[in-house]
């Protein structure tokens, strides 16, 4: 086997370089640059983060990814890693070429469908330049290169004193809305119902990163998809007419012949459980609720979705215990150990102990000072919970 020196590795770079397309994607102070040898690559990520990031041809950027296609680079970069690596984890194989470059092979094995994907990583210091050859197909492509795009936006977001929310945020009534909750608790559906108000502005649908903004906390928008389930969709006509009309959307819908089979043959109280959706950018969602997109907001209220399908009105609940708050925002803060391609954050001095920590203190700097109300609904009580989060945010303009 041929010998590999760290030239060899700068001049795969730059050969992905000269073969096709560069963008910069540029949001918040955060600049990302994405070279690639596949030409449409690039179009695709400037829609997928389309209404938060910026695509330019900023070459002065904070890290940036290099996506191959090519698969004798693949192979290659393989043979290296698996020959001379040590394991990293069950999945990964990692060697260290010299002080400044490291190569990781990925093999993931999905046994429900017999399928093998591998891909390699080269990762080279200072630069924080990641090389991403990967041989699968296009759609496999297009999921690897996001997963290091997002993590890597996420990481120069921590290290400018943002951290990680799992939520969602919108403005209404000029009060910004943190949705919290757990899995099937209602946070997009909720989101939605408040969207559909008059002067409503989207912030984000799934992903909210938070930081002490002096006199409140701050919150700012990240794109991600949107999937509304038809539990929730059933609810907004101006969707389900959009499901059967739209020639042209990012992702793969359901005909509106399925969904109105699956209405029909599913009594009301089971559809919220169905696992059938469909699935939508943030700024496709925008536009069909005909909403503008926010970047950054004042969070003054965070609303804890709370899913009760007996309930036939819904009702607001004050959480007033500092303790209790924090235990209720600290739920749906992000780790850092359950992201994939996790050898990325070496090119970052953070980690979840510190992470929580700094979360922990931005909790302490707030709990006494922030308004959380449980919103306890079911897609039958949507003009409710309206009603009373229109009567809360008053109130909070109120006692400003």
């Known amino acids: 086997m041929d010998h590999i020196t760290a030239s060899d590795l700068e001049?795969?770079?730059?050969?992905?370089?000269?073969?096709?397309?560069?963008?910069?994607?540029?949001?918040?102070?955060?600049?990302?640059?994405?070279?690639?040898?596949?030409?449409?690559?690039l179009d695709w990520f400037g829609t997928f983060f389309g209404g938060y990031f910026t695509v330019t041809a900023n070459e002065q950027t904070d890290a940036a990814v290099y996506s191959t296609q090519d698969p004798a680079v693949f192979q290659r970069l393989k043979e290296w890693a698996t020959s001379r690596g040590r394991p990293r984890s069950e999945y990964e194989t990692e060697w260290a070429v010299d002080g400044r470059h490291r190569i990781v092979h990925s093999r993931e094995v999905d046994d429900a469908k017999g399928e093998v994907e591998e891909n390699c990583f080269v990762l080279s210091q200072p630069g924080r330049n990641v090389l991403v050859a990967s041989p699968g197909t296009a759609k496999d492509r297009r999921r690897t290169v996001k997963r290091s795009l997002r993590n890597l936006m996420?990481?120069?977001?921590?290290?400018?004193?943002?951290?990680?929310?799992?939520?969602?945020?919108?403005?209404?009534n000029d009060t910004g809305i943190c949705i919290l909750g757990g899995k099937f608790a209602g946070k997009t559906s909720t989101?939605?119902?408040?969207?559909?108000?008059?002067?409503?502005?989207?912030?984000?649908?799934?992903?909210?990163?938070?930081?002490d903004g002096g006199a409140c906390i701050e919150g700012c928008g990240f794109p991600n998809k949107a999937g509304l389930?038809?539990?929730?969709?059933?609810?907004?006509?101006?969707?389900?007419?959009?499901?059967?009309?739209?020639?042209?959307?990012?992702?793969p819908q359901m005909d509106a012949q399925t969904y109105r089979d699956v209405v029909a043959t599913t009594p009301a109280d089971e559809l919220g459980s169905r696992p059938e959706k469909i699935v939508l950018l943030a700024t496709e969602l925008a536009a069909q609720l005909g909403v503008p997109i926010q970047h950054v907001a004042a969070i003054d209220l965070f609303l804890v979705a709370r899913f009760d399908p007996s309930v036939e009105r819904s009702r607001l609940v004050p959480v007033t215990d500092p303790q209790q708050i924090k235990e209720c925002l600290a739920v749906n803060a992000r780790s850092l150990g359950k992201e994939k391609q996790d050898f990325l954050q070496s090119f970052f001095d953070v980690d979840d102990q510190a992470l929580r920590a700094a979360f922990d203190t931005l909790l302490e700097e707030f709990a006494s000072r922030v308004v959380v109300q449980e919103l306890?609904?079911?897609?039958?009580?949507n003009e409710h919970s309206a009603e009373l989060v229109e009567r809360l945010t008053r109130q909070l303009h109120e006692h400003a």
Not at 192 to 201: E, K
Not at 229 to 243: E, M
Request: aromatic share 16%.
């Open 154 to 172: 996420k990481l120069l977001f921590m290290e400018r004193g943002w951290f990680p929310f799992h939520a969602a945020a919108c403005v209404w």
């Open 229 to 251: 389930r038809i539990g929730a969709l059933a609810a907004y006509p101006r969707l389900v007419d959009w499901i059967g009309r739209t020639t042209d959307s990012f992702y």
């Open 11 to 41: 001049r795969i770079f730059a050969g992905v370089a000269d073969a096709g397309p560069y963008g910069c994607f540029e949001y918040q102070g955060v600049s990302l640059g994405l070279y690639s040898d596949e030409p449409d690559l």
């Open 191 to 211: 989101l939605v119902n408040l969207l559909a108000r008059p002067g409503a502005r989207l912030v984000s649908n799934d992903t909210v990163f938070l930081r």
């Open 376 to 381: 306890w609904q079911n897609a039958n009580t």
